[in-house]
Nanobody, 126 residues
């Protein structure tokens, strides 16, 4: 069982920055992949970024590369999402997720993630 708790959401003006945190507790492994997804009322939950717990390898949604950075602190059992140059279109509920699928390519599919946090709202004003 893995428990994920997000924090750090809020209101920010366009062009600003915001960092989200995901506190991870429970049994994880070096092969575990930690991901961030986001969802709005109009769109399905979409992949944002992910990091493999042990190796630190990362992957991003193509449209977000260069603006968003995912990082992990194994000692603190925390995953971060640093978001820069935010746009109103980034407004969404952001979810932290954990995939215990093992080694292999990092998945961008929400179906491959086993555990989810409750989400944190990010609102970007024009």
């Amino acid at each position: 069982q893995v428990r994920l708790v997000e924090s750090g959401g809020g209101l920010v003006q366009a062009g600003g920055s915001l960092s989200l945190s995901c506190a991870v507790s429970g049994r994880t492994f070096s092969s575990t992949v930690m991901g961030w997804f986001r969802q709005t009322l109009e769109k399905e939950r979409e992949f944002v970024a992910a990091i493999r717990w042990g190796a630190g390898t990362t992957d991003y949604a193509d449209s977000l590369k260069g603006r968003f950075t995912i990082s992990g602190d194994n000692a603190e059992n925390t995953v971060y999402l640093h978001m820069n140059s935010l746009e109103p279109e980034d407004t969404a509920v952001y979810y932290c997720a954990a995939s215990l699928a093992g080694y292999g390519a990092i998945s961008k599919s929400r179906a491959r993630y086993d555990y989810w946090g409750q989400g944190t709202q990010v609102t970007v004003s024009p």
